[in-house]
């Protein structure tokens, strides 16, 4: 949405609507973890505001995802985690994210009192979303949160994606796996598709794009699923049209059961999230497209 000061004609705010969800991959990321979450979750309860659901999102960009996400689920509580206050700022200040949602270190706001534009245009949303300049090892160490979901998207400005976040044996990944609910706790991973490229350019510390997608698929799901012995579940894969993007969803809650049975299972309740939420896209396409499971 576009406005403009009615004395400057020369001047435009650009505003989201929170129940817009463009980006392919995003609308990959919601229904696959969505989709996933519900199987072994009543997302029901959550969707009237009867119980509350932690999110959290690594990763704001212009913070699209969070605000959807509190939209369509009125009991949804977000954390947001971005490193870069640059990225905080514009999507604060050139893209309308609610600045009521910054948080300081000290974890109180860093707006006492919600400003008029975010009462007027977020409708309670704001209220809602927690917004830290943090590196993400240092917040999920450091919190003691359980969450039911976190949406991992955290893509540099050259489309690196940090070892620290996906590397088996960092802290990072096996705090997250303490601090996923260990009955349903459901991650979702944005990474960029496979390619051709085997030259190493960027060293052992860094993702290159798409380059290592299947050691991601498989640290995750060893650090959340395998390392955890009363824990059961399952990790998969599916891609995202148009772009070259794979999303990633390791979920908790799944008991031993046949392919099949998963995947019928997956496009029943992707049916019914749909629904629930009344999204404006089709889980089951994405639910569909390209599922791969992870061994």
Known sequence: MAAYNESDPGSIFL???AHCLAVPYLKSMVSAGLTSLSCN????????????????????????????????IPGAIIDIVEIDPVVISASTQAMGF???????????RAHPKPN????????????RLFLY??????????????????FVDAYDGDDVFPCKLWDPDSVFLKALGERVHPEHGTVVVNLHSDTDNDTDTLGESLLSIGKYVSQVCKAYKKVLLDDFESVSGLAFMVHAPWVCNTSLVVSRGFKNGTRDTVLNALISKSLEVGNTLNLPFSCLQYIKRGLMFVD
């Open 98 to 108: 609610p600045t009521y949602s910054i948080m300081k270190k000290c974890g109180e």
């Open 116 to 127: 008029l534009i975010d009462e007027v245009l977020w409708n309670g949303i704001h209220e």
């Open 133 to 150: 300049e943090s590196d993400a090892q240092q917040f999920i160490t450091e919190t003691t949160n359980i969450y039911d979901m976190v």
């Open 41 to 72: 979750y009543d997302m029901l309860s959550s969707v009237y505001g009867k119980t509350s659901m932690k999110i959290l999102c690594i990763g704001h960009g212009g913070g699209s995802l969070p605000l959807f996400l509190a939209y369509k």
């Open 15 to 17: 505003r989201q609507q």
